[in-house]
């Protein structure tokens, strides 16, 4: 199957500070990654889409000036959380369709700790 | 809203025995469904999916759908504690752009 590469693992960091979480597709190419934010719990909301050449797609209720998503290749995504708050405190993931049909593979995760 | 139920569980079953897991979806047009299994503090990972009604069997697992019912289920024959995970059924929205819309998942105990 195929691989996705997700760093970091996880991440402790001050309130108002930025995080940077990437998303590699190591053996294809991903013109489409999905972002997802998952509380304990609970299951995976998505929270945008990411075109590679384009600007982000985001769901309702998802600040895009918060969660910055820059998709720079046809490899890489990757979303910038700014100013996190404890709030914002969560596990991340991302995620790339596989040759063209619908089946998804994630990344492992970034657990997210605001202080 | 679309939707995608899931009864939270948790569920256990012994050792040994077949697990159904079971899930609702409201989206009568959606053609994709997908059976996810996440570990505790990892990623998930596709374990199933099916497009057609009727019986899907790889392995120990059978997927199940009926479109008619909008009902999709997972079989788990000779369940092992390592199957002891939170699955997640999965529907892909039809709008297009290969959307995934997750349920709540079931978590699911396997007891040796």
């Known amino acids: 199957g195929a691989v996705v590469s997700q760093h970091p693992s996880w991440v402790i960091c001050k309130s108002g500070t930025s995080v940077k979480i990437e998303c590699r597709s190591l053996?294809?190419?991903?013109?489409?990654m999905f972002w997802y934010r998952q509380f304990p719990k609970q299951s995976l909301m998505l929270m945008a889409t990411s075109n590679e050449g384009s600007k982000a797609t985001y769901e309702q209720g998802v600040e895009k000036d918060k969660f910055l998503i820059n998709h720079a290749s046809l490899t890489l995504s990757t979303l910038t959380v700014t100013s996190a708050h404890p709030e914002d405190s969560s596990f991340y993931i991302c995620?790339?369709?596989?040759?063209?049909?619908?089946?998804?593979?994630f990344g492992s995760g970034t657990q997210l700790s605001v202080l | 809203q679309k939707e995608v139920e899931q009864n939270s569980g948790p569920l256990s079953v012994p050792e040994g025995a077949i697990a159904s897991l079971n899930c609702t979806y409201s989206?009568?047009?959606?053609?994709?469904f997908f059976w996810y299994r996440q570990y505790s503090g990892k990623s998930p990972e596709l374990i199933m999916s099916?497009?057609?009604?009727g019986d899907k069997e790889d392995g120990r697992f059978t997927a199940q759908l009926n479109k008619a019912s909008q009902y999709v289920s997972l079989l788990i024959r000779d369940s092992q504690p390592s199957d002891s995970a939170t699955y997640l059924c999965a529907v892909n929205d039809n709008t297009g752009g290969f959307k995934t819309i997750f349920g709540a998942g079931t978590r699911l105990f396997v007891k040796a």
């Open positions: 995620s790339a369709p596989w040759d063209g049909n619908e089946k998804l593979f």
């Open positions: 099916i497009y057609s009604n």
């Open positions: 989206d009568r047009g959606s053609q994709s």
């Open positions: 053996d294809f190419q991903a013109t489409t």
